[in-house]
């Protein structure tokens, strides 16, 4: 019965409309969405949580600096014009595996939703290169599920140092693996937490003892960078007393902290009780049911490769965008170059895959994907951040600190989902700046939902 | 080690100065320790959460009109002064036993806290009574924990019914158990959510065929208000289309829905997939630990009976306040009178238990407490509430309506812990007041945490 129902969303329109369904509603399926929506498709998009995230500000969540609310957007009501004129339909659920063949996905409760277009955008979730047994020490940064488990580790830890002397500085230590935006940020603004927003609540510690590590394999931060904002990068992270590791591989993790096997010498380890994973990522799950089903190729970090024009080889009905896809951008002149894996690279790939389904339909001939580079940009914490910016006369411009960390700062503003959680950010982030606050404090256990049933009382029902 | 490093907490600053133990941070526990720092004392404040909860606002947590920090501060924020004056410590933790002839409480990590007076203040939790196989489906609402259990249902309910046409009605009918203030309130805002929120958001829905029933054993909802301000808000609850059955007492839950026994006539069953528990308390365990050390007698809801001064018989170096406690109130002249179980009387309750400790360590005779009502307010939705308050030469004053739902908005928002909450309230409630939108509307599935662990790729760390 399900099924017949839930095939009934992308059947019940459909002759003569063509069926699209879009998997993932992160930047890459929501611009695919919008774009698609204005074509007389019947577009189904599926996503396994009710929401759309702003995942370039989870680190804040997970930093007790914003709600989660402030981040995040029903999607059904960012799109629900588009589900007014009707032709689209919004569905919670999780794909588990595409049948290429048969053209349909099937959702984790077994219903089989069929299309005539599919686009995967599911993205990418953290790597511990094989050593997943690393996942229970240090968590990655990917959900809001994720941004609370982090944002508990952290407040705790320093309820730990004030409770038990002898671990002390174990619990007032803690390292962030790997050195890109993701990771520079979260050490940036713990450093931040400590030296600021701690100091002053504790009776047996000084939380602006604690250490903030920075463990980098390569040889410098920041390596999607040029060297010289990696360096200042580096410099304003130890203004805020963050201890950068560079050429420290990665080649141990436990309870008691990480162990890393420098450039030259022996390995050593690095004490710590609260640890962050920001090193790897790798394709959604999906991908393997992709190259199952239709043999696509993965690369090492199982993300999907994809035709100039973003669809599988051999499967022109089948796109793959965003973090999920390794694609190249073809410019009118000179060499393919690869496409970076940032939310703005997502969105264009959404448009693009959304574009050649409308030109397929017209009977057209689909176009390669251009990417526009409109420069890179990392914040590093209160007044700090480093950017490069591509302006279309002045060429290249690179700067840093505070005017960088404004331009950060309303560029993310900008680019937030909704007027509502604009304001929501801008005030949350006045009130930091202004009190070194951080207001979305709270430790909450999901054990203690049971936790609440009492033992039985005596009385009788009313 | 712990122990006696957690000893030293209560020890290291005690000679000459008493060691006060307060257990539990919620209204009561708060104003205790707020009135007592202001004297000489070696304050211990433990509670098993970081922060101080608002608890008269977590409905709205639940029902996604406001985020989770908005109604929670951090206890060691709003403490931070007296921390600093040396008196108080903070510890974060949960206390499991009160050893009352070795005066120390035990805590879960088995570290004992030496105290020469004691103030238990770990309020109520919900009880079942002793149908505890009903907390599954009926979930109460007393932690943050909760709240999120019951968002994640309610919301996830109308996606259900937009997936599953078979069970779309059950989907869509949502019991409410209880007919107090929570019970109202709840059974209000989901109407509100149901006919105003969500209305234009789904394709295969509409959700304003939901069905949102209250069910009361009494005769009549917010039994503890006069009959006239009961049969308002019964009014203002059928105008949102909220079913209210009176009189319906509740003989069994299940995965259905809700059995009920009306006042004459047969059993019959409310189908509903979501229902709530707003019916029972009852004190918390730590009521039984008491009367094992103490032979303190509980009442039938597990709460424990207290001298006028609030001590226990017997052990006058313990106090018991807030819901933990039967309490009754000694006016200067006249009977005395049974203590209401709200954050006023737990206030009230807190500054006395503080102020006779003050007086026992002068050599003071303790006095009995005297709870000075200020009046009734509950709200039902939008624009609809009742009051009834006693002004000092008016008398008591009665009204409900629009009137009333500003009266309660302005008291809830002056009573919020801090400016920033106030701020971040009355900013989230004037856009959901102009825009019917509620924007913490996030499903967040604590096993998504796990999920995200991926399939080892090949690539090996940098």
Known sequence: ????????????????????????????????????????????????????????????VATAGLAAPAISAPIRHILRKQMQQGRLTVLLGEVVAIEAAARAVVLNDGVRIPYDHLIVATGATHSYFGRDEWARYAPGLKTLAD???????????????????????????????????????????????????????????????????????????????????????????????????????????????????????????????????????AGSPLGKSLQAATGATLDRAGRVLVEPDLSLPGHPEIHVIGDLATAKSYPKQGEPTPVPGVSPSAKQMGRHAAANIQRRLRGEATRPFHYIDYGSLATIGRKAAVAQVDLPLLGTVRFSGYPAWLFWLFVHIYFLIGFRNRLMVLTDWAWAYWTFQRNARVVVEPAQAAATVPPAPLETPR
Not at 13 to 28: E, L, M, N, S, Y
């Open 147 to 281: 941004a609370f488990d982090l944002r508990n580790r952290v407040l705790k830890a320093f309820e730990k140092a004030e409770r038990y002397p002898e671990d002390r500085q174990d619990w007032m230590s803690f390292a962030v693996i790997g050195g890109g935006p993701t990771g520079v940020e979260m050490a940036g603004t713990m450093a931040e937490i400590a030296h600021h927003t701690l100091y002053d609540e504790f009776r047996r510690i000084d939380s602006r003892q604690a250490r903030v590590l920075l463990i980098e394999g390569a040889d410098r931060i920041l390596g999607s960078y040029p060297p010289e904002l990696s360096e200042r990068a580096r410099h304003q992270l130890e203004k805020l007393k963050v201890e950068v590791c560079t050429g420290c591989r990665v080649i141990g993790i436990d309870a008691e902290g990480v162990t890393v096997q420098p450039a030259e010498g022996e390995p050593y380890q690095l004490r710590a009780r609260t640890v962050v994973w920001a090193a790897g990522v």
């Open 1 to 60: 019965m399900n099924t017949s129902d839930v095939n009934s969303y992308a059947t019940s329109h459909a002759p003569p409309r063509p069926r699209v369904v879009i998997v993932g509603c992160g930047f890459g399926g929501l611009e695919a969405t919008r774009t698609l929506a204005r074509t007389d498709v019947e577009i189904t998009l599926i996503d396994r949580t009710n929401h759309h995230l702003f995942q370039p500000l989870l680190y804040q």
